[in-house]
């Protein structure tokens, strides 16, 4: 279980820089405004050519293949809440990185994640 839990650590961080990394590729496009064929095929093709946007594609393609992985060792029962600890590294990644305010509430709501995640690593 040691390897899976490696496996699902480095994929929970890959999933966290997936989206952190989206976020701010979408940021520099901007919001989608028109929602005409034209103007839609536009910011596609935006959103797809941004370094940001692609390195979150790759970092997600590579949670998922090692999601595939972990998987494959272990139950999804007890893998599934694990990846609740994303929740955390992508609020610290999104306060460092995008420079977001994370409230109160929502530290809390993670802190109630977190302790979740304890208690079904206890039962492993």
């Given at each position: 279980?040691?390897?899976?839990?490696?496996?699902?650590?480095?994929?929970?961080?890959?999933?966290?820089?997936?989206?952190?990394?989206?976020?701010?590729?979408?940021v520099a496009v901007g919001p989608?405004?028109?929602?005409?064929?034209?103007?839609?095929?536009?910011?596609?093709?935006?959103?797809?050519?941004?370094?940001?946007?692609?390195?979150?594609?790759?970092?997600?393609?590579?949670?998922?293949?090692?999601?595939?992985?972990?998987?494959?060792?272990?139950?999804?029962?007890?893998?599934?809440?694990?990846?609740?600890?994303?929740?955390?590294?992508?609020?610290?990644?999104?306060?460092?990185?995008?420079?977001?305010?994370?409230?109160?509430?929502?530290?809390?709501?993670?802190?109630?994640?977190?302790?979740?995640?304890?208690?079904?690593?206890?039962?492993?």
């Amino acid at each position: 279980m040691i390897r899976a839990t490696l496996f699902l650590w480095v994929a929970v961080v890959a999933s966290s820089l997936s989206n952190v990394l989206t976020r701010r590729g979408m940021v520099a496009v901007g919001p989608l405004e028109d929602y005409r064929p034209g103007p839609l095929l536009r910011y596609g093709l935006a959103a797809g050519s941004n370094p940001h946007v692609l390195l979150g594609l790759v970092a997600g393609a590579v949670n998922f293949l090692l999601w595939l992985i972990v998987l494959s060792w272990a139950d999804v029962s007890w893998a599934l809440p694990m990846n609740a600890v994303e929740y955390v590294i992508t609020a610290v990644l999104a306060i460092f990185w995008l420079k977001e305010r994370v409230s109160r509430r929502r530290w809390a709501a993670i802190g109630l994640i977190t302790a979740g995640v304890a208690c079904v690593m206890g039962s492993w």
